[in-house]
């Protein structure tokens, strides 16, 4: 009888964005960095609608709102989508970095709004949040940010017994806005907690018993835990279905460091997810109807690439199909993938096909998976930042 829980391994990110006078002052910040007509807290990053996308500074909004929420027929809630409305960025810029100012107003300070976020964490809050029993593996900092992380996830109902209280600080990632409010992103990753599991530490205890185990991101590539995490994949591989999403941060990390793996990856995993950008990075230029036969070859049987409004290709073993992007009024994209790859992780589990190597998966039901990942994804582009819905 498989596990009712899904581990995610890997990191959490604390992202830090500057914010206006406003928000310095009343703790209020719309998604253009004006203060609600009510002054109420949207819970939202200050980010403008021209602030790209980095897929290294998913944010998270941890206010649990009600409003983003999957009716349990798994359809987009009411008044979430706009039919043939698919453009991300509708919101007006921001303030720029030179404007925020600390609460008593001085020049010569920053503020910084602090939100909890980095995908295998946003993918565990996801995952809980639709239902599925999640189990996180990450090693937690002492630090303040380590505090924000725990709040968020057990918040979401995560189980944290499989994390290490880190000695390390957590990693930081802080965006600068320039004029027009497009941000530029610094990252504060060397000697972070993330990245140092040892082979002591991420044993088959601590990963315990459970039906997948989903990993990706920086966790898969960053020395010296990158080598210990693939160890424990190999491990879990004989009882739990694998599960790995690239994620790649060309930021912080060559693409080819990606490229040369991946064989070795589909080695180890039953479906590997990932974005057209991922694709991109590690094999430009190729067809991807190409590189999913060459991954297929190299033992993975399920590859999902998503792809915006074009919807996302699903590949069974060399069996395709494209599942649609649902209409949708976007407000951002921030933790779409980390949602999507939840959504198809949680229509799986719930088909009871996960705990294996996916032997009784077909087209038909990875297109199922997927179709409801999509909608998943979608809910969590109607509101802003990466804030996944709730299954109520």
């Known amino acids: 009888?498989?596990?009712?829980?899904?581990?995610?391994?890997?990191?959490?990110?604390?992202?830090?964005?500057?914010?206006?006078?406003?928000?310095?002052?009343?703790?209020?910040?719309?998604?253009?960095?004006?203060?609600?007509?009510?002054?109420?807290?949207?819970?939202?990053?200050?980010?403008?609608?021209?602030?790209?996308?980095?897929?290294?500074?998913?944010?998270?909004?941890?206010?649990?709102?009600?409003?983003?929420?999957?009716?349990?027929?798994?359809?987009?809630?009411?008044?979430?989508?706009?039919?043939?409305?698919?453009?991300?960025?509708?919101?007006?810029?921001?303030?720029?970095?030179?404007?925020?100012?600390?609460?008593?107003?001085?020049?010569?300070?920053?503020?910084?709004?602090?939100?909890?976020?980095?995908?295998?964490?946003?993918?565990?809050?996801a995952l809980a949040r639709l239902g599925t029993a999640t189990r996180f593996l990450g090693r937690l900092s002492g630090d303040s940010f380590g505090a924000l992380f725990r709040a968020h996830l057990g918040a979401s109902g995560v189980d944290l017994t499989g994390c290490v209280d880190a000695p390390e600080p957590s990693t930081l990632a802080v965006a600068t806005l320039d004029e027009s409010g497009r941000a530029r992103y610094s990252f504060h990753a060397d000697g972070a907690a993330d990245w140092a599991w040892s082979a002591a530490e991420l044993t088959a205890e601590r990963v315990g018993d459970v039906s997948c185990l989903h990993t990706g991101s920086l966790a898969l590539v960053r020395a010296p835990g990158a080598e210990v995490v693939e160890e424990a994949l190999a491990a879990a591989a004989t009882r739990a279905t694998i599960s790995i999403d690239p994620n790649v941060r060309a930021v912080l990390v060559a693409p080819a460091v990606y490229r040369e793996r991946m064989p070795r990856w589909c080695a180890l995993a039953d479906m590997i997810k990932l974005s057209d950008d991922d694709l991109e990075h590690i094999h430009p230029g190729e067809p991807v109807e190409r590189v999913c036969d060459t991954w297929h070859d190299a033992g993975v049987r399920l590859v999902v690439v998503t792809r915006g409004p074009l919807g996302a290709l699903v590949s069974v073993d060399g069996e395709r199909a494209t599942v649609p992007t649902p209409p949708t009024e976007v407000v951002d994209t921030v933790g779409a993938g980390d949602s999507f790859t939840a959504g198809l992780l949680h229509r799986l589990h719930a088909s009871g096909l996960l705990g294996g190597r996916l032997d009784r998966l077909d087209l038909d039901r990875a297109v199922d998976a997927a179709t409801f990942a999509a909608r998943v994804a979608s809910l969590t582009c109607s509101v802003a930042g990466a804030n996944p819905p709730w299954a109520r």
């Open 1 to 125: 009888m498989p596990s009712t829980q899904v581990a995610v391994l890997g990191e959490c990110v604390a992202d830090a964005f500057a914010t206006s006078g406003a928000f310095a002052t009343s703790g209020a910040l719309t998604k253009d960095g004006a203060s609600p007509p009510d002054g109420s807290a949207t819970g939202a990053p200050f980010s403008g609608g021209s602030v790209t996308n980095d897929p290294a500074t998913n944010t998270l909004v941890t206010d649990g709102s009600s409003a983003n929420t999957l009716p349990p027929d798994g359809s987009p809630a009411a008044g979430s989508s706009t039919p043939g409305s698919t453009t991300p960025g509708s919101s007006t810029p921001g303030s720029t970095a030179g404007d925020a100012l600390a609460p008593g107003g001085a020049r010569d300070e920053l503020a910084l709004r602090v939100l909890p976020g980095g995908g295998p964490a946003n993918t565990a809050v």
